[in-house]
């Protein structure tokens, strides 16, 4: 991409700064480093989209708008070691030719450039640019890519458990207390925590024990959906939960997937998350049924706990325009522009820009790479959110609406001070 | 701000404008200057909800989203002129530093620059602006605010009565007469206009009543939020309202829907259609923005064809819904006041789709929504017109449109629209 003379200065400027990568899913370094890694895996995460959305394995899509994995015979070839790299490209390349415009594949597409120093992935360099993932894929990726090429000084990652290791910083998921559909799933976790559990009451205690160790173990926030969250009604909790100990399955409704014990635990471990000095992360828009995970829920949810901080991701895409309201208006839910960059670069750069005029700047958090199996493409993924910043303060400072200074102060607080604020049990 | 050529020569086009201010919420120029005003008067309106968000005074926010003005220590501090200005400005400037380069911030600091002459609002400044706005703040504000420096010929005022002057004119509060929550309210209303009211045909009685009225004081319009309608249920109404004169509580659902005030919503709309008010409907940003959705307008404005509705704030941030409204219902009109400051970016994007979609004759270019910072209008105005000759100007560039052309629509947008809207408002420049 071409820079003007501003958004140079910006992109340098930016190149210097320490970053607080303020959500991914990886998980430990020895996980992905336990298979072998070639050209796809930089367009495994979320270039599978892409691809699938393009035709690819057009037959396993489902009546439910999913794809069940093993049905995605010609995308689970491309990561099968024992088909030659040439026919799995083969299959691969009619689709990547509709799909590597996108913002998606041009995460990929830098990492390629920036980390291989390989100019684009095509037919011509994909052998090359394979050879080079293989030989860089050995321990030590993590802090190469993280420490040594992005500067992030952490890296709060989302990858089930606690067990990782610096820079990557765990973020739980708070469903595994809340979504609880089965009786064996309430034995199993009880047994795992070393308690019993009969009643709501006890499922609570276990909530609480569970959230302290977490705490224990470093994590720094507690993952939630934004989804449908009436008040929360103990009484028909209490019978979701005797039907379920009674063998019952419980079912969320299909609809607005609410579940009255679901949405009882919810409120309840909130509470719990802030009286711990845990953040609330909150997924919200894009996938599936996006109405379901509406950012608009938060009006309701996040002042039923003032007492606790939310941090809502991805700006709730394509909500972008009510996810900025609710950061502007309520005092306890941050943005998290994670994810956004790659989702596209222009609604990015044109929600950064509006946010710019009605959130306050301790308010918003600049970069979440949001990525499992490929590392290198959170330093595509880092690129393109600098570019998007560097366009939208680089034509304020043109247009003299604010310094060059300032527009490195409010940077600096995106991508560093702000995360280290809000998540205070943060440290680096 | 820079400009390019083009946008300069039509923000000079725009200072040449007359203006019809088209809402505010200002209170007669007596109430402002009772109390001692300092630079806090220009970040007390709007500002304070971005100092809220920032942080200040979070432990007054409560479980309702809401604040309790008494809570607010900090925030009241600001006004409280028993404590040293220095004091307060410690107070106030590092939620500044988080705040100001929003939108809302940019109206203040205009404001400072272009009326009081003071380049920005910093710890340097503070005191001298604050000797400056000290020293303007007496009669004939008004008239040297909004006349003079703005050019405005009338502002249609929403401050819950109807007693103000020119260039003031006001629009009535429709939930005095629909909003009716308890017997209390019915009592002391209907004791107010020396009537009575114990059935529902005599609370309509009463809404006739007090709409004349308003219309003999010179309202020109009535204001109302888009909200949750269905079509009006005079059975559910009655049984409503014979529980409230019970005793009992009229309490709204989790929409905002409760039947009286439904009921109440209509028949007070097709009144104002018969006495020539414009029915001006609030939509998004507050609260629990999906219960002011300007979607809601899809089925209320149909069913009053023979009314007009001056649509606010283009439902932000629901913009390209109402848009469509805008563009689909020839009774719905787009008022751009309060958008240029809650998001310039948003309103630029916003003017320049709804430039594609919405016939020219159906836009009002501005209206400042301001409560206690009148000179805030003057950089909320600076706003407007750097909003429309950015898109504009860029139209104009592009060959899309004529400077001429240009010119004509913003003359209608700021000034003819209104007036043709607003039927009973006459002004003379």
Request: one cysteine or more.
């Amino acid at each position: 991409m071409n820079y003007t003379e501003t958004e140079q200065k910006l992109m340098d400027a930016m190149a210097k700064m320490n970053i607080i990568d303020a959500h991914e899913h990886l998980g430990p370094e020895e996980l992905l480093l336990s298979k072998p890694r070639d050209v796809f895996a930089l367009v495994g995460l979320y270039g599978r989209f892409d691809l699938f959305s393009a035709g690819m394995d057009r037959e396993s899509y489902s009546e439910h708008g999913q794809r069940v994995p093993p049905a995605c015979r010609d995308f689970n070839m491309l990561y099968d070691p024992s088909v030659p790299l040439e026919k799995r490209w083969n299959v691969f390349e009619p689709y990547w030719q509709h799909v590597r415009f996108g913002s998606y594949a041009r995460a990929g597409r830098l990492a390629a450039k920036l980390y291989y120093g390989v100019d684009d992935i095509n037919r011509q360099t994909y052998q090359e640019l394979s050879d080079r993932i293989a030989e860089e894929s050995k321990p030590g990726l993590y802090q190469r890519i993280f420490v040594d090429t992005c500067r992030a000084a952490a890296v709060l990652t989302q990858a089930g458990g606690t067990n990782c290791q610096h820079p990557l910083v765990p973020v739980v998921r708070g469903r595994l207390l809340t979504q609880v559909r089965n009786r064996e799933y309430v034995d199993y976790l009880s047994a795992t925590l070393g308690l019993v559990v009969n009643t709501i009451d006890d499922w609570l205690h276990l909530c609480k024990k569970q959230v302290e160790k977490w705490v224990q173990e470093g994590a720094v926030g507690v993952k939630f959906l934004a989804q449908y969250n009436p008040p929360p009604d103990r009484t028909k909790a209490e019978q979701a939960f005797k039907k379920l100990m009674a063998g019952e399955a419980l079912v969320p409704g299909k609809a607005d997937r609410f579940e009255p014990f679901e949405n009882y635990v919810m409120h309840h471990v909130i509470d719990l998350a802030g009286s711990h000095d845990l953040v609330v992360a909150l997924h919200s828009g894009i996938w599936g049924d996006f109405r379901q995970t509406d950012p608009k829920y938060v009006l309701t949810l996040a002042p039923a706990h003032p007492q606790t901080n939310f941090d809502l991701y991805h700006l709730g895409m394509p909500f972008v325009r009510d996810a900025i309201v609710i950061g502007k208006n309520l005092p306890n839910v941050f943005l998290n522009l994670c994810w956004c960059h790659i989702i596209s670069q222009v609604q990015t750069c044109s929600g950064v820009d509006e946010l710019l005029d009605q959130v306050p700047i301790n308010k918003v958090i600049a970069f979440g790479g949001d990525e499992v199996m490929a590392p290198e493409n959170i330093i595509g993924h880092l690129q393109m959110a600098r570019e998007n910043f560097a366009q939208v303060f680089g034509a304020r400072i043109d247009r003299g609406l604010m310094s060059f200074d300032e527009a490195v102060q409010i940077l600096r607080l995106w991508f560093w001070e702000n995360p280290l604020q809000l998540y205070r049990r943060l440290r680096v | 701000m820079n400009y390019t050529k083009t946008e300069q020569k039509l923000m000079d086009a725009m200072a040449r404008m007359d203006v019809i201010d088209a809402h505010e919420h200002l209170t007669p120029e007596e109430t402002l200057l009772s109390k001692p005003r300092d630079v806090f008067a220009l970040v007390g309106h709007y500002v304070r909800f971005d100092l809220f968000s920032a942080g200040m005074d979070r432990e007054s926010y409560n479980i309702h989203g809401g604040r309790v003005k008494p809570a607010c220590k900090d925030f009241n501090r600001l006004y409280d002129p028993g404590i040293p200005l220095e004091e307060r400005w410690a107070l106030f400037e590092p939620y500044w530093q988080c705040v100001r380069f929003g939108s809302y911030a940019r109206t203040s600091r205009l404001a400072a620059k272009l009326y009081y002459g003071v380049d920005e609002i910093n710890g340097q400044t503070y005191r001298e602006l604050s000797e400056r706005i000290a020293d303007e703040s007496k009669p004939g504000i008004h008239r040297r605010v909004l006349v003079d420096t703005c050019r405005i010929a009338a502002a249609l005022t929403q401050f819950g009565y109807t007693n103000c002057d020119r260039p003031l004119v006001p629009v009535a509060p429709a939930p005095l007469l629909t909003q009716v929550r308890d017997r209390n309210h019915v009592e002391i209303l209907s004791g107010k206009l020396n009537t009575t009211a114990k059935t529902l045909d005599d609370w309509l009685a009463l809404a006739k009543k007090q709409l004349d009225k308003w219309t003999s004081e010179g309202a020109v319009g009535i204001k109302i939020s888009s909200q949750y309608n269905e079509p009006p249920d005079r059975l559910a109404a009655e049984t409503a309202f014979k529980n409230l004169l019970d005793g009992g509580k009229l309490v709204p659902d989790s929409r905002g829907f409760e039947p009286f005030e439904n009921f109440m919503l209509h028949h007070l709309i097709d009144l104002a259609g018969e006495l020539d008010l414009v029915v001006a409907v609030h939509a998004g940003v507050w609260g629990d923005f999906r219960n002011v959705d300007p979607k809601h307008m899809l089925t209320l404005a149909p069913a009053h064809p023979k009314v007009n509705f001056d649509l606010y704030h283009l439902g932000m941030p629901f913009v390209r819904d109402s848009i469509v409204i805008g563009k689909n219902l020839p009774n719905v009109f787009l008022n751009l006041c309060w958008c240029h400051i809650l998001s310039a970016v948003q309103t630029c994007s916003a003017i320049d789709e709804l430039l594609d979609q919405v016939p020219v004759n159906k836009v009002i270019a501005f209206g400042g929504d301001e409560g206690m910072g009148l000179e805030n209008i003057v950089g909320h105005l600076q706003m407007a017109r750097e909003n429309f000759a950015q898109v504009f100007g860029a139209r104009i560039d592009r060959g899309l449109m004529s400077f001429d052309e240009a010119v004509h629509i913003l003359k209608l947008w700021f000034w003819d629209n209104p007036l043709a809207l607003y039927r009973r408002l006459k002004v003379q420049v």
